[in-house]
């Protein structure tokens, strides 16, 4: 307070807080309507039951709908596909993208049209890559699951996406494929900026490609890792359109609200699934926060 009175003591800060506060109002009054008030108000249905009249108000039931969803199976099945498909599609499309920034990162001919191409399967609509992928499971006329079977791997006459357990990986490899890319321009821009002169100095103390690679390459990429597994798992962990897209056989959280407020119309049910969404992605953020370090994040 007392702090607050000095900056009123002179007409000229008191004109400049003026100013300040005039200059950030509209910002604080767009991000209120636009992301705290839904916020709230998701918050305000979990702890209701909505009636499909949309003349009658919200009846308050309290927890209701949450003990409603830790005592269903089908909750918890939704929970472990979530976490099997956003570690799964995280760990490989991080993998992939890493694997294919180093192969990219070298001088040679066509080098700027083929990082462009790499970049396609994260630009083009999900719609698009998704019916693309559908054609080529098809078990009728599909590439993929002739493949297979001539491979040995593949004999079943119902297509890879109308099976649970093959849905899943399915779900994950096709996830990883999309999102490569971005992992991919991080890791290319990090390395770009790692100085050759260390790699010199490795290669005249004797040091292999793999030495430099444990000793130069993976320390000086620890931080962009760790922000690529982050948004990455923040992203697939909220995945919708490219499960469902793909095929119903897999049902996420994402999923499970959807059908849960929209479908089933139990919107109170689904603001409580969006909650706890929300719920365990800021406990996955803050202990990844802390475990890895503020300044690598």
Same mark, same amino acid.
């Given at each position: 307070?007392?702090?607050?009175? =000095?900056? &009123?003591?002179s007409?000229?800060?008191?004109?400049?807080?003026?100013? $300040?506060?005039?200059?950030?109002?509209?910002?604080?009054?767009?991000?209120?309507?636009?992301?705290?008030?839904?916020?709230?108000?998701?918050?305000?249905?979990? &702890?209701?039951?909505?009636?499909?009249?949309? #003349?009658?108000?919200?009846?308050?039931? $309290?927890?209701? #709908?949450?003990?409603?969803?830790?005592?269903?199976?089908?909750f918890?099945?939704?929970?472990?596909t979530?976490?099997?498909?956003?570690?799964?599609?995280?760990?490989?499309?991080? @993998?992939?993208? +890493?694997?294919?920034?180093?192969?990219?990162?070298?001088?040679?001919?066509?080098?700027? +049209?083929?990082? $462009?191409?790499?970049?396609?399967?994260?630009?083009?609509?999900?719609?698009?890559?998704?019916?693309?992928?559908q054609?080529?499971?098809?078990?009728?006329?599909?590439?993929?699951? #002739?493949?297979?079977?001539?491979?040995?791997?593949?004999?079943?006459?119902?297509?890879? +996406?109308?099976?649970?357990?093959?849905?899943l990986?399915?779900?994950?490899? &096709?996830s990883?494929? =999309?999102?490569?890319?971005?992992?991919?321009?991080?890791?290319?821009?990090? @390395?770009?900026?790692?100085?050759?002169?260390?790699?010199?100095?490795?290669?005249?103390?004797?040091?292999?490609?793999?030495?430099?690679f444990?000793?130069?390459?993976?320390?000086?990429?620890?931080?962009?890792?760790?922000?690529?597994? @982050?948004?990455?798992?923040?992203?697939?962990?909220?995945?919708?359109?490219?499960?469902?897209?793909?095929?119903?056989?897999?049902?996420?959280?994402?999923?499970?609200?959807?059908?849960?407020?929209?479908?089933?119309?139990?919107? $109170?049910?689904?603001?409580?699934?969006?909650?706890? +969404?929300?719920?365990?992605?800021?406990?996955?953020?803050?202990?990844?926060?802390?475990?890895?370090?503020?300044?690598?994040?």
């Open positions: 307070m007392a702090g607050l009175e =000095r900056y &009123f003591e007409p000229a800060q008191r004109r400049e807080t003026l100013l $300040g506060i005039a200059l950030i109002l509209p910002s604080v009054v767009l991000i209120s309507g636009v992301v705290l008030y839904p916020i709230v108000y998701n918050v305000y249905l979990s &702890f209701t039951t909505v009636p499909l009249n949309p #003349n009658q108000a919200p009846t308050w039931v $309290g927890l209701s #709908n949450y003990v409603d969803l830790v005592t269903s199976p089908r918890w099945q939704a929970f472990r979530t976490l099997v498909f956003t570690v799964g599609s995280t760990v490989l499309s991080t @993998l992939v993208g +890493l694997g294919v920034a180093l192969l990219f990162d070298r001088e040679f001919r066509g080098r700027r +049209l083929a990082r $462009g191409l790499v970049l396609l399967p994260h630009v083009t609509p999900i719609i698009a890559v998704a019916f693309v992928w054609f080529m499971l098809s078990p009728l006329w599909g590439t993929i699951p #002739n493949i297979l079977a001539e491979w040995g791997l593949y004999s079943a006459e119902a297509g890879l +996406l109308s099976r649970r357990s093959t849905a990986p399915t779900v994950i490899v &096709f990883a494929w =999309r999102n490569f890319p971005f992992a991919f321009l991080l890791f290319v821009a990090r @390395l770009q900026a790692i100085p050759e002169s260390m790699y010199e100095a490795a290669r005249i103390d004797g040091a292999g490609a793999v030495a430099q444990k000793d130069i390459t993976l320390p000086e990429l620890k931080g962009t890792i760790a922000i690529v597994v @982050l948004l990455r798992f923040i992203w697939e962990f909220n995945a919708f359109a490219q499960v469902w897209l793909l095929t119903k056989q897999v049902l996420t959280l994402p999923i499970f609200a959807y059908q849960t407020a929209f479908a089933n119309f139990e919107q $109170g049910l689904g603001a409580a699934i969006s909650l706890l +969404l929300f719920v365990v992605q800021a406990m996955f953020v803050v202990g990844f926060v802390t475990l890895f370090g503020e300044d690598k994040v």
